[in-house]
């Protein structure tokens, strides 16, 4: 009997019926029941943990409570002597480490802290945050936790456990200042939370107390509003994205005691692997199928078996760039997959020889930029009288070669348009109101549009300092047109006109800038400059020719200059 032929689709549809099927039905069941058993308890064990570490923490400000009523009823306080007082208050202070013990007036004045030596003047407490806990302490006579501060004297961050009392018969705050590195320690030491979970600290006011990674980039910022208004309720489960843009389900938990929100993240990628394990389990009563029905598949295996390991095979010889050529499989599908690979091989090929062509023009434009930024200094330190000078004029041409490397980027380093020019280096500094431009469009090669761009920074700089910018009500004009039939062939004329400005006297001797960009025109492009120093304002006018001079065949490379 002659046997009928198939495509590849139809042999993998009877050998997947045959073996996958039924498998795949039950393992799909299992999977869903998996996954949501799995996510039910990654969600209690995040609600659990952030409940834990959030009673940890209130056990912690309890004890400083504690330490501080003890404290309160020292005999050396109540015999107002603040010397021995304060001995007492540092020993105190070294039980929580990193904290800080502190006496204070009503009107935030220090009488004693700890983190200074005994004698030395200090300074009133005025943290915004501090003083808003101070006046609720001493309105309600009850203990106050603070939210986050920055203290003024150290400079670090603190949270303060607060205690009215009466000190030589007038109020006064006693005062345990917390490092919010200590709560890091109590959840480091915790071993509900799982390596992979990120834990926050909120204070009352949402702004971040404590964080396991990355602590001190983000200690006192505020959590997102979006966030926040998720976190209702004393407890609960919800998905966010945190500051640093990782997408995590979090659980959180409110302290009746501080108001302080413990949040426990854990990473949704994390969660999702229970998805992947899942579809191992697929897999592994898919691999019992095909045991049990191997029978069925051997004939098909055996056709489709020795042209699968060549095109592997294929692919591997692909992988290490050698050579692939196409075969005929006798499967339709498979003669697509051969023919793709040896496209492929051909493709790789010429990809590897514009990879290498592309690394030596890379290569040859950062050399070309290195030497206009070497030119420039050059230019700039051969005319600067003294180095705020030299700095000034340096970094502000740097910005303008900057810009006109931007300008020449939309042209791909071919030529960049004058228009595009000046309104990258003039427009967008002074704005358009107070500049004029004017001009078709004219393509300039690469060392023009370059020093063009230089020339016209340092006449904005000189218009800004002594020019029409240094008045509200002046305004420049900058005209340029190509001169066709100039001596020299087609020539670029630019004017730049100054209005509105201070009176203006021709110098008596060239200033730096004048000559950074008479020299410029000259020497880099092969042009004239001229100044013209008129009562109502400056009128500059350049020329130079558009073709490229000879004396700089390689900035005629594509590359740039």
């Not at 943990?49 to 209130?58: G, Q, T, Y």
């Not at 699968?308 to 294929?314: F, K, S, Y």
């Amino acid at each position: 009997m002659r046997r009928r032929k198939y495509n590849f689709r139809f042999h993998l549809g009877v050998l997947g019926a045959l073996t996958a099927v039924p498998f795949i039905l039950a393992g799909a069941v299992l999977a869903v029941v998996y996954v949501n058993a799995q996510r039910q308890a990654i969600e209690h064990d995040l609600v659990s943990a952030a409940r834990d570490l959030s009673n940890a923490v209130d056990r912690q400000i309890d004890g400083g409570l504690v330490t501080l009523r003890t404290l309160a009823f020292a005999k050396t306080l109540e015999q107002s002597d603040l010397g021995n007082f304060y001995s007492q208050a540092a020993r105190i202070a070294g039980i929580f480490p990193g904290s800080v013990v502190t006496l204070r007036r009503a009107d935030g004045q220090q009488l004693v802290n700890t983190a200074f030596a005994w004698g030395s003047p200090l300074p009133s407490s005025l943290e915004p945050g501090l003083r808003e806990s101070d006046e609720k302490a001493l309105k309600s006579g009850q203990p106050v936790v603070s939210d986050i501060y920055a203290s003024s004297t150290t400079g670090q961050h603190y949270v303060m456990v607060e205690l009215p009392i009466t000190f030589d018969g007038t109020p006064h705050l006693l005062g345990l200042a917390l490092r919010p590195e200590s709560i890091l320690q109590l959840i480091d030491q915790s071993s509900a939370v799982r390596p992979d979970w990120l834990v926050i600290v909120l204070d009352a006011s949402r702004r971040v107390l404590a964080r396991t990674r990355d602590h001190d980039g983000f200690v006192g910022r505020n959590a997102s509003d979006g966030f926040v208004q998720k976190l209702s309720g004393t407890e609960g489960v919800v998905s966010s994205t945190t500051l640093d843009g990782t997408d995590v389900l979090d659980g959180y938990y409110k302290s009746p005691l501080t108001n302080w929100t413990v949040v426990t993240a854990a990473p949704l990628s994390s969660i999702n692997r229970s998805v992947r394990e899942a579809a191992l389990a697929i897999a592994a009563a898919g691999a019992l199928g095909l045991v049990c029905s191997l029978l069925f598949a051997v004939l098909y295996s055996r056709y489709i078996t020795p042209p699968i390991w060549r095109l592997r095979n294929d692919a591997l010889a692909l992988s290490r760039r050698e050579r692939v050529t196409a075969f005929n499989t006798g499967i339709t599908e498979l003669n697509a997959v051969s023919d793709t690979l040896a496209n492929a091989s051909v493709s790789l090929r010429r990809d590897e020889e514009a990879k290498g062509q592309m690394i030596k023009e890379l290569n040859h434009r950062v050399k070309n930029s290195l030497a206009t930024v070497l030119s420039i200094a050059r230019q700039t330190a051969a005319k600067a009288d003294n180095f705020t000078e030299f700095f000034d004029a340096f970094s502000g041409r740097l910005v303008a070669l900057s810009q006109s490397h931007d300008a020449l980027s939309e042209g791909e380093w071919v030529e960049a348009d004058a228009r595009e020019l000046v309104q990258r280096v003039c427009v967008s500094v002074a704005g358009a109101d107070r500049i004029a431009a004017k001009g078709p469009p004219v393509p300039l090669y690469p060392r023009a549009a370059l020093t063009l761009g230089m020339v016209l920074h340092e006449l904005c700089t000189n218009a800004s300092k002594y020019g029409a910018l240094s008045r509200p009500e002046g305004a420049i004009t900058i005209e340029w047109s190509v001169l066709p039939h100039a001596p020299g062939g087609a020539t670029f004329k630019l004017d730049w006109i100054e209005q509105g400005g201070p009176p203006v006297e021709a110098p008596q001797k060239k200033s730096f800038g004048t000559r950074f960009i008479n020299d410029s025109i000259r020497h880099e492009l092969s042009g004239s400059a001229d100044f013209d120093f008129r009562p109502q304002g400056l009128h500059f006018q350049c020329r130079f020719p558009l073709r490229r001079p000879d004396a700089r065949p390689v900035e005629t490379n594509r590359a740039g200059a």
